[in-house]
């Protein structure tokens, strides 16, 4: 089955699989040389794999100025095709949530012409569900999953698969990562499917649960991400918060001061830049945040 | 009384002022000699030179005299709108309404030049989490802070979606302070897909009717806004009647530029150009006065080409300039080194083109918003870019590379490329900080580099 490439957590997979394609999200590795000074390490590791993927088409959003711009330079790097999805920074007019809408309808345009197939809703609904039994699943076991150490939200912008460790690196220093709220993690899945109205509007359903209710820095007024924080730190016993940003993005950085004075628990800004030798100053300054909680 | 062109310090206008004023000038009601402003803390005026014409020291008393403006205003009653993120749309419909008047907080970009850092914008900025990493528009966030630098909007909306990042980050600080904002979303614009209906807009792009109907809906949201705001509507005659003011403003801005940037020798400064040119996107909370203004000035340009005077030498290298520059004086720096201006894009060309006026007035309005080519493809802004520096005659190109700002790294590659592959004219790429004195050396040295290989090409 031929696949299709993408990153963002507004792209809904479900979408491509019920298209007959076949959804790749990928988590880019560290990128090597080639991007001028002022790229963000997330978005030049992102144009760097996908502008050597085997899919048959990439998927890009306006999630942020950076990845706009980046659909350009893979498209100029690359014969795969790329489509660039609009996202909308606003998300309370129905303007806004058509224009989502429209652009699901637009990217399965984009998708037949790949060879896929329009849907028809029966196929959508049951791909749905397929997708949202498998997220249940993954929701169910981060819950039960028991914390050997003090608990703790992992937050920010989008992991690496090379940054992946960081969760090793709050084990070794005493901390169990309860929620993994960056832009990837539990915090950016959709909503579970309200199966009343999937079973009557399918396509206005998934478009909803992804749309209306992923909480992500882009989001203009940004509340969503405030209120979920707020809510999941309560919920999960987390007594402090990790915030990862990437030097250079903008769009995490902006909410990082505000978390710090808003969150009812201690907030550790971590800022990545593309430097291996920054682990262990890495490690150092999350050990003396879980020393000073404990 | 000496008429010839002539750039000069702030100390020589002193002297000229008096000359002037003895000489019968008659000035607006915000006119006075320019050394006052730096009572004001705008010290950086201090290390500019000026054009040494009357319709010059009206433009800089204008714009230094803003925030007195927009004080008045506020005691007279009007409304006040501040309009982020917006090049030259919210204005347009604000002032097209009755004791409404609109301005730009982003304008505060340039408070932490003008005032030498004196105003600790940067420091309230960087206290609250945006430091260096942001670009200068980050200073607008410390303006709101201490509220010095303009009054309170009763109105502040801001565009977000395809616009910069670094804009949609601080705005949304500026929310969370307690300001109400309303925000409406810019799409990024794309080239109409099989089966939707293409729409030319002004400037020359290209994008699907759907979309300049989604931004046309978002317009009416800050209309209705304004609405609420004044308890007037905004109807089609009071915003065709806007939009036709507003185009005389473009229309006088696209002869000075015309003349300003092709005339030999060069008639007007890039100091003054620039400022000109800023005035097309928010009037300076006057529209009818930044008219006169620029008339002035286009006045001037006028006298100085028939006669044959300018400001320069005459073949000087022709620079086309991208990107508007933190540090003024760079602008004054380019002409020393012996280049001069021939032809600008500072982000915002649609804001100079003519709104149509054949079409539904909010339509006009939607499609010029989408016009921005900040908001699609950076190829698309580099072929723009292209067009004018062929048209304008250009010899090579500046890139000014914004420090911090979200899309210069990977705009400034597409749009350096684009120039040396389309027209192999050579492209120079700086950045420069809000305060660039430290690393004057080293600009001068580049900008004398290219001023050099143009000077070569020609011989
Ligand atoms: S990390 Fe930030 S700048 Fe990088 S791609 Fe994600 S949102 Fe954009
Ligand atoms: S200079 Fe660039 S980054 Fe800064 S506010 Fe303007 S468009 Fe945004």
């Known amino acids: ?150 608990p703790l939200i992992l937050a920010g912008g989008p992991l690496r698969s090379t940054d992946i460790e960081i969760f090793d690196l709050i084990e070794q220093a005493g901390g169990t990562v309860v929620l993994d709220a960056t832009a990837g993690g539990e915090m950016t899945l959709p909503a579970p499917f309200d199966r009343a109205r999937l079973a009557s509007d399918p396509a206005g359903e998934l478009a909803d649960a992804y749309f209306a209710r992923i909480p992500h820095a882009m989001r203009r007024p940004d509340n969503q991400l405030h209120e979920y924080l707020n809510r ?57 945040f879980v020393e000073m909680l404990k | 009384m000496n008429d ?52 010059a020291l009206r433009l800089w008393n204008f714009l230094l005299t803003e925030e007195d403006r927009l004080r008045d205003a506020r005691a007279a009653g009007a409304k006040i709108v501040g309009a982020m993120k917006d090049l030259g749309t919210v204005a347009v ?21 003008m005032m030498e850092l004196g105003a600790g914008l940067l420091n309230i900025a960087d206290s609250l989490g945006f430091d260096e990493s942001f670009c200068p528009v980050r200073a607008m966030l410390g303006a709101f802070v201490t509220g010095e630098h303009f009054p309170r909007p009763d109105l502040l909306t801001c565009s977000v979606g395809a616009t910069c990042d670094d804009f949609s980050a601080i705005a949304q600080r500026i929310e969370a302070m307690g300001e109400k904002i309303v925000w409406w979303e810019a799409p990024h614009r794309r080239r109409p897909d099989r089966g939707e209906t293409p729409v030319e807009l002004p400037g020359g792009f290209v994008a699907p009717q759907c979309q300049v ?45 015309q003349l300003a940037y092709t005339a030999e020798p060069c008639p007007m400064g890039a100091l003054e150009m620039l400022i000109a040119e800023m005035l097309a996107i928010h009037f300076c909370s006057d529209r009818t006065e930044s008219i006169a203004v620029l008339d002035g000035l286009l006045d001037e340009v006028k006298r100085r080409v028939d006669a044959g005077l300018g400001v320069a030498r005459p073949g000087a290298a022709r620079i086309f300039w991208i990107n508007p520059v933190a540090d003024l004086r760079v602008m004054n720096l380019l002409e020393e080194c012996g280049g001069r201006i021939c032809g600008t894009e500072y982000l915002f060309p649609h804001a100079i083109d003519k709104i149509p006026t054949d079409i539904e007035p909010m339509e006009a309005l939607a499609r010029m918003a989408l016009a921005d080519p900040m908001i699609g493809p950076s190829a698309g802004r580099a072929a723009r870019i292209c067009d004018d520096i062929s048209k304008f005659g250009a010899q090579a190109a500046v890139i000014s590379r914004i420090s911090g700002a979200s899309h210069c790294a990977m705009e400034g590659t597409v749009i350096a490329d684009r120039i040396r592959k389309n027209l192999g004219v050579p492209v120079l790429e700086i950045e420069t900080p809000p305060l660039s004195d430290s690393m004057r050396p080293t600009l001068k040295t580049r900008l004398e580099a290219l001023v050099e290989i143009v000077k070569r090409q020609k011989g």
Not at chain 1, 7 to 20: L, S
């Open chain 1, 1 to 150: 089955m031929k696949s299709v490439l993408y990153t963002c957590p507004f792209v809904p997979a479900e979408w491509i699989a019920a298209c007959g394609l076949d959804p790749m999200r990928m988590t880019p590795e560290r990128a090597g040389e080639g991007m001028p000074a002022g790229v963000c390490p997330f978005a030049a590791a992102f144009i760097h794999a996908a502008s050597t993927t085997n899919a048959c088409a990439i998927i890009v959003t306006t999630v942020c100025d950076q990845m706009s711009r980046s659909a350009e330079i893979i498209e100029a790097r690359c014969e795969t095709p790329v489509f660039l999805m609009n996202v909308p920074a606003t998300w309370r007019t129905e303007e806004a949530a058509k224009l989502y809408r429209d652009e699901l309808a637009r990217l399965g345009r984009f998708l037949e012409d790949l060879g896929g197939a329009k849907p028809t809703p029966e196929q959508l609904i049951e791909t749905m569900l397929h997708y949202d039994s498998l997220r249940a699943k993954r929701r169910a076991d981060d819950e039960t999953a028991r914390p050997k150490g003090l």
């Open chain 1, 232 to 288: 999941e730190l309560t919920a999960r016993g987390a007594r402090g918060v990790i915030y990862r940003r990437y030097q250079w993005c903008d769009t995490w950085h902006g909410e990082a001061g505000r978390l710090k004075d808003s969150l009812p628990a201690p907030v550790l800004d971590l800022v990545a830049g593309d430097d291996e030798s920054d682990r262990a100053h890495v490690l150092t300054r999350i050990q003396a």
């Open chain 2, 4 to 55: 010839t062109p002539a750039q000069i310090t702030l100390d020589q206008w002193d002297e000229r002022y008096d000359q002037l004023r003895s000489a019968g000038l008659v000035e607006p009601s915000y006119g006075g000699p320019l050394r006052r402003h730096l009572a004001d803390g705008d010290t950086r005026l201090a290390h500019l030179r000026y054009d040494n014409s009357p319709a």
């Open chain 2, 93 to 113: 419909m604000a002032c097209s309404m009755d004791n409404v008047v609109a301005f730009y907080p982003d304008g505060a970009w340039w408070i932490p030049c």
């Open chain 2, 213 to 257: 109907d989604f931004v046309r809906g978002e317009l009416q949201r800050v209309a209705d806004a304004l609405a609420d705001l004044t308890g007037a509507k905004l109807d089609s005659h009071m915003l065709a009647a806007g939009i036709e003011a507003a185009n005389r403003v473009r229309a006088v801005l696209r002869e000075l530029r």
